[in-house]
């Protein structure tokens, strides 16, 4: 039993995934759809898309025009799966995009 207090500002959503590969070194991250309510120097987790792998921590660094696109003030260190895979003989796809919250 206890109290839970959260602070912060409400947004519509907080994680979205990436809709196309980030090499390791980008600094833009194109994402699913448009992120709204972030701001430049907003903070963010990128997921890692590696068994094993570490997530990242990135500060924004601005948007693109429709902010589907977020710049990165410091380059990923390692890359970030953002496409989904088809798998024919299951008739299914398999999506291990990366999340960026």
């Known amino acids: ?7 912060g500002k409400p ?3 907080v994680t979205f995934k990436l809709a ?3 090499p390791k070194g980008s600094t833009e ?3 699913e759809a448009p992120c709204e309510g972030w701001a430049v120097g907003d903070e963010l987790v990128v997921g890692s898309t590696d068994a094993g ?3 990242e921590y990135h500060t924004v660094a601005g948007f693109s025009a429709n ?4 710049h990165l003030e410091s380059p990923l260190g390692a890359a970030r799966v953002g496409t989904r895979l088809p798998v024919a003989e299951l008739g299914l796809t398999l999506d291990g995009r990366a999340t960026v919250s």
């Open 1 to 7: 039993n206890g109290d839970l207090s959260v602070h």
């Open 29 to 31: 991250l194109v994402l």
């Open 20 to 22: 196309v590969d980030a």
């Open 11 to 13: 947004l519509a959503a």
């Open 53 to 55: 792998g570490k997530p």
């Open 67 to 70: 902010r589907s696109t977020v």
